[in-house]
């Protein structure tokens, strides 16, 4: 590419967005920082506090360390799972098939009507202890009914399940990535006699890599913000087993008001949020495979 | 497409179709067990929404004693009674201050978004790659942190349970990801477009209206598409801001039902007000599924 000369229309063109940046993303940031070190109930202004809010999460607040370690959970079994079956989907679908798109299209809906708080009243008929659908499926093979909003474990696997559930989006993106990937490099590879599994650990898996770290990225900030399935099925309980973070922050913020502590807490979760996203990102060059090969020219 | 490497003719093709035969044969075999999982899968995930727009026309009772989706017979009163609401507003009422927010919200979208999009793709001014930085930045900035001081920002400007809360800040190409989207696709217009308008003696507002936007017609369509799905999912946003009960939007009214009935156990109602809450969106994706599928492909958006 030459270089041009300033064309300063193109500013004018993105004002819009400056603005946008400025007052809705980078003021609240700032803000929420400042405010993590009040103590602020929005009728009196904001008192500053110095590092307590910090201090008393960490040391004194039950909730908050129960709610973390939840919160751990809750992403560690998600977020892998999730992956897995869009993968694992995805190859399936990734064969020359009859009837592809009905089926693309079956596991694409729950995941674009997901967000709607008409699942979530979906999932508590579905996992319902006395007679949800369920429940008299697992009875089909046997198995005692579970009271699945009434024990810690279950609870939270529920919330798991209905994300799993979702995992067309990400399917969807595998899939592209599948389809572009060219032939000729199969073609090629035959050609040397490469069997099936090398074809697939060679081939395959390399130049998917990096759309399992985009969706591993962007699933992961996602599933650390839970807030809708926690709040609308199980309400973070039964005994705080689902109290997830998103839902903490919730409450203290705009249940209780207390806004300086709900900052630090915000504050504390966007830290968390960015060790792992970082976590990832530095491993990346270990195992994410960047060519030129699937681009298909330009 | 396929560009044949340097090797022996006769070679290749030997091997090809020997390996050609082996394939045919297996084909059959891996498209049998590919059918089987995927219908197997796809019952899974169809089947709780079926069961559920079985349930809407059940009896209470059978709802929780039976399997099946078919109900034994059709029933609309859960329908006419869950849409009246025990409250004081019908349905109809909250499906309007959806649009309300809607509206609004999916024009601000477009116009903020493909303009910001225009300067990006099409300009080369100062501190562009910052600004680009700073604009791939907000996709993976966890919005949570953010929270507490836009609440703040609305409540100063006594914006607070007001529709205007919710699509104000869509003006301002505040969604990363349409403008991201947008980006892409501009720069799939060849460049010889604007350059030949330039000599037709077009202005750079002009190119964007009447060459570049018409042509930018499927992308424009997949961003309203899912500024809709996402503004028609929200509950956060509602659920922070909008505090009295005539400005509710369906999402916040469907959770307000389910609260009412778990007293009453008009099970039905609720699930049939579901259904409905969920309407619009499944209209809408049937009716544009490629746009979706399309929109989620190249760019990766989030669902």
Request: aromatic share 18%.
């Amino acid at each position: 590419m030459n270089k041009r000369r300033f064309d300063y229309m193109g500013l004018l063109y993105i004002t819009p967005w400056i603005i946008g940046f400025l007052v809705f993303t980078l003021y609240p940031f700032v803000a929420s920082f400042i405010l993590s070190f009040t103590k602020y109930d929005i009728l009196s202004p904001p008192k500053f506090i110095g590092f307590r809010n910090y201090i008393k999460m960490f040391t004194k607040d039950k909730n908050f360390a129960n709610s973390l370690m939840v919160t751990f959970k809750y992403v560690v079994m998600t977020v892998p799972l999730k992956l897995i079956f869009a993968l694992l989907i995805a190859f399936v679908l990734n064969f020359n098939l009859r009837g592809i798109n009905f089926f693309r299209t079956a596991y694409y809906i729950p995941s674009i009507l997901g967000g709607n708080v008409a699942v979530a009243v979906l999932w508590r008929f579905l996992f319902s202890a006395s007679g949800g659908l369920v429940n008299q499926v697992i009875g089909l093979f046997g198995i005692d009914p579970v009271n699945w909003f009434g024990t810690p474990g279950p609870a939270l696997f529920s919330l798991t399940l209905l994300r799993i559930w979702q995992f067309g989006s990400a399917m969807v993106i595998f899939l592209a990535a599948l389809q572009d990937i060219p032939q000729d490099l199969y073609d090629a590879a035959a050609v040397d006699g490469a069997n099936k599994f090398t074809v697939f650990r060679k081939i395959t898996i390399p130049l998917l890599t990096p759309v399992i770290f985009f969706n591993f990225i962007m699933q992961l900030i996602q599933a650390f913000q839970e807030f809708n399935a926690p709040y609308l099925i199980t309400g973070g309980g039964p005994l705080k087993a689902t109290y997830l973070l998103p839902v903490y922050i919730y409450d203290q913020s705009f249940q209780y008001y207390n806004m300086g502590y709900g900052s630090a807490l915000s504050w504390v979760l966007f830290v968390i949020i960015m060790i792992f996203t970082l976590l990832v990102f530095k491993s990346s060059d270990y195992w994410v495979f960047y060519s030129d090969v699937g681009e298909g020219g330009k | 497409m396929a560009e044949t490497m340097n090797m022996e003719p006769a070679l290749i093709e030997s091997r090809a179709r020997e390996q050609h035969k082996k394939l045919r044969r297996k084909h059959r075999i891996n498209a049998g067990i590919r059918y089987f999982i995927l219908i197997l899968g796809a019952i899974v995930m169809l089947y709780p929404m079926l069961w559920l727009i079985g349930a809407s026309f059940k009896t209470n009772s059978e709802i929780f004693t039976s399997i099946g989706i078919i109900p034994k017979r059709i029933d609309f009163t859960p329908y006419v009674k869950g849409w009246r609401t025990g409250t004081e507003y019908s349905f109809g009422t909250y499906f309007k201050n959806s649009f309300k927010i809607l509206i609004p919200k999916v024009i601000f979208t477009l116009i903020s978004c493909s303009l910001t999009a225009y300067g990006f793709a099409r300009f080369n001014f100062p501190f562009k790659k910052q600004f680009f930085a700073l604009l791939i930045s907000t996709l993976l900035l966890p919005q949570v942190v953010l929270r507490i001081p836009t609440y703040l920002l609305w409540k100063r400007f006594k914006l607070l349970d007001t529709h205007a809360s919710l699509f104000i800040s869509s003006a301002f190409a505040v969604d990363g990801f349409f403008v991201f989207m947008l980006i892409q696709f501009f720069r799939g217009i060849p460049r010889e477009l604007d350059e030949s308008a330039i000599v037709d003696g077009c202005n750079s507002f002009e190119i964007f209206l009447w060459i570049l936007l018409p042509l930018m017609k499927p992308a424009l369509v997949s961003v309203a598409l899912f500024q809709f799905m996402w503004t028609m999912n929200d509950f956060m946003g509602p659920l922070i801001y909008i505090s009295s009960v005539e400005k509710y939007p369906v999402s916040i009214a469907l959770k307000m039902s389910i609260d009412a009935t778990s007293g009453t156990f008009e099970w039905n109602q609720v699930i049939a007000m579901s259904i409905i809450a969920l309407l619009p969106s499944i209209i809408l994706f049937f009716s544009a599924q490629k746009y979706f599928i399309e929109g989620i492909a190249t760019t990766g958006i989030k669902g």
